[in-house]
């Protein structure tokens, strides 16, 4: 067993993005038709619109999957545009109204704890358990995922899954995986009780002796020179041109914040290929990969600076390097690459950029409880949300012959504020049914309906207009933009498909991230016709009478 050394990646941190070592350890071909390891990568806020901006200047993992199917308007199709919405859908085939993964936290007033709010990978039956500290779990999952059910034909398929995140590493594992990784406390973790490859404490040295080492600044290249420019945010910080310098550090937040976070997570996927021996056997294998590094410098930086242009081109050289590991051992592999959501640049570089609609949130949902409380007499908590739109629920503290009420007070309330586009009540919204219309044609309604799990979801649902950035105070570096709307920059993402010998075929038109499920599964001969499910299978094979989909 070999494994990229400590010095190798931390050669590749100074001298960023330099080839993984490639240790020669190559096996014998697989004499198969069918790919025997599925690799699918999920890219944490790579929206279609950034995609299309940067894949001229492409030249690694990116530029090979261009050459395979191509699908640049693929749509998350569902209302909240979350990383564990997104995730769920991915690799289930089904939009978060079958998946229950309605959100990245809801609202349960039935849990038997007094914090009602419920975290989409916890165990909330767990006693101490709460929405910000908690037990990693697939339990809120409600549907099978890709790995569960190539397990269901064949036990001997191995399903692992790592990524920057729990919540993206669960969903697109499913309740059956061998292996789940994520970063915890102290580097990669998984859960209790579980057996940890060597992978695992080898990568977990290789990140505690990354965040000793003196590192230099991360070069910017040619081509995100355009990107580099300041812009204020606040009363005295810029974004625009950080360009990761940092010095020593310990913070795990620092390096999830850089593509060194992603460097690592798929130095850890391609170590637990060899170690494991994914695609070397007589069944398929499934590697599902979450990259959240894009996500995490969107979030602190925005999309339009020279931070995220670095990371795409990092990402682009990584992914190159990743796939000619999976070469060099001779693997027969299928890729599926796309995104959880897509994802607003910041209100102040937009308006500096052509987009003077863009604003933050104003001033009013602060005092909802206040002014609720007010006209009816309750006590606050009177209503619960998870931020100023999407679910809201009405506390379990109000009197059931008081709710109906509130609810009709509520709504009245918040359609008043300026940038609310509008309120869904629950009725209205469950009369609907899930549409089957191309996603790029869906109403709001449509996006919403497709979101909303009777159990789970709120009591009325809020949208936000478009360009609003909901977070009222910015913060610089860490928390200036953000996704999570209805609208079509955090709907859209990219999907690509590519297996050595793919003929390079492109489809402008809408599909949706569902249909990723049953297009895999028909790549790799899995049945799942007896599943129900909302995506469809995409024939990616071109010629005339050519198709994958069964
Ligand atoms: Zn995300």
């Known amino acids: 067993m070999k494994f990229v050394r400590i010095a190798t990646l931390v050669t590749a941190l100074t001298l960023p993005f330099a080839a993984f070592a490639q240790n020669g350890e190559s096996t014998a071909a697989t004499e198969s038709s069918s790919p025997r390891l599925v690799v699918a990568i999920s890219i944490d806020q790579l929206s279609a619109d950034l995609f299309a901006q940067h894949r001229q200047n492409f030249s690694g993992g ?56 419920v975290y989409c990978s916890e165990d909330s039956s767990v006693e101490g358990s709460s929405s910000s500290d908690y037990t990693v779990s697939t339990g809120n999952l409600l549907v099978p995922t890709l790995g569960d059910l ?53 990568i977990n040295e290789a990140a505690m002796q990354a965040a000793v080492s003196n590192r230099v600044p991360l070069p910017v290249p040619q081509q995100c020179t355009a990107y580099n420019r300041a812009i204020p945010v606040g009363e005295e910080a810029t974004v625009g041109t950080h360009v990761f310098s940092r010095g020593p550090t310990t913070s795990g937040r620092d390096i999830l914040t850089s593509p060194e976070g992603d460097l690592l997570t798929l130095v850890l996927a391609a170590n637990l290929v060899s170690e494991l021996e994914l695609g070397q056997q007589d069944t398929t294998d499934l590697l599902a990969i979450g990259l959240a590094s894009t996500d995490y410098i969107g979030h602190a930086y925005g999309t339009e600076g020279v931070e995220m242009c670095v990371q795409l081109m990092a990402l682009d050289a990584m992914l190159g390097d990743f796939f000619a590991r999976l070469d060099a051992r001779n693997i027969n592999y299928v890729v599926m690459l796309t995104a959880d959501h897509g994802g607003l640049d910041l209100p102040e570089r937009q308006v ?44 379990r503290s109000v009197p059931e012959d008081r709710r109906a009420e509130v609810i009709d007070r509520a709504i009245a309330m918040i359609s008043a504020h300026p940038q609310v586009y509008r309120v869904y009540g629950r009725s209205e919204i469950l009369a609907q049914p899930i549409t089957t219309a191309p996603p790029e044609h869906w109403t709001v309604l449509d996006r919403v309906r497709a979101n909303f799990n009777a159990e789970r979801s709120g009591d009325f649902i809020v949208v936000l207009q478009p360009r609003v950035t909901p977070i009222p105070e910015a913060i610089p570096g860490a928390y200036v933009a953000t996704h999570g709307s209805v609208w079509d920059y955090d709907r859209r993402v990219p999907i690509l498909f590519w297996w050595p010998g793919a003929e390079h075929v492109e489809q402008p038109l809408g599909v949706m991230t569902v249909d990723i499920l049953p297009t895999l599964a028909s790549l790799i001969d899995l049945d799942i016709s007896d599943v129900t499910i909302d995506g469809r299978c995409l024939d990616v094979m071109p010629g005339v009478g050519e198709s994958n989909c069964p």
């Open 352 to 395: 500096e950029q052509a987009a003077p609609r863009a604003a933050r949130l104003l001033p009013g949902f602060e005092t909802l409880d206040a002014r609720l409380a007010a006209e009816t007499g309750l006590e606050a908590p009177i209503l619960r949300a998870d931020g100023p739109f999407g679910d809201f629920y009405v506390d």
């Open 62 to 117: 990116f530029a090979r999957l261009l050459e395979g199917a191509v699908f640049p308007s693929g749509y998350q199709a569902h209302s909240a545009t979350e990383t564990c919405p997104g995730h769920s859908t991915i690799l289930t085939g089904s939009h978060p109204a079958r998946t229950g993964i309605i959100a990245n936290r809801w609202f349960d007033m039935s849990v038997e704890r007094d914090d009602v709010r």
């Open 150 to 202: 190539m397990q269901r034909v064949d036990e001997a398929s191995r399903v692992v899954s790592v990524a920057g995140k729990d919540r993206s590493a669960v969903m697109l594992g499913g309740a059956q995986a061998d292996h789940v990784f994520w970063p915890g406390d102290a580097g990669f973790t998984t859960f209790e009780g579980r057996e940890t490859p060597e992978a695992l404490t080898r």
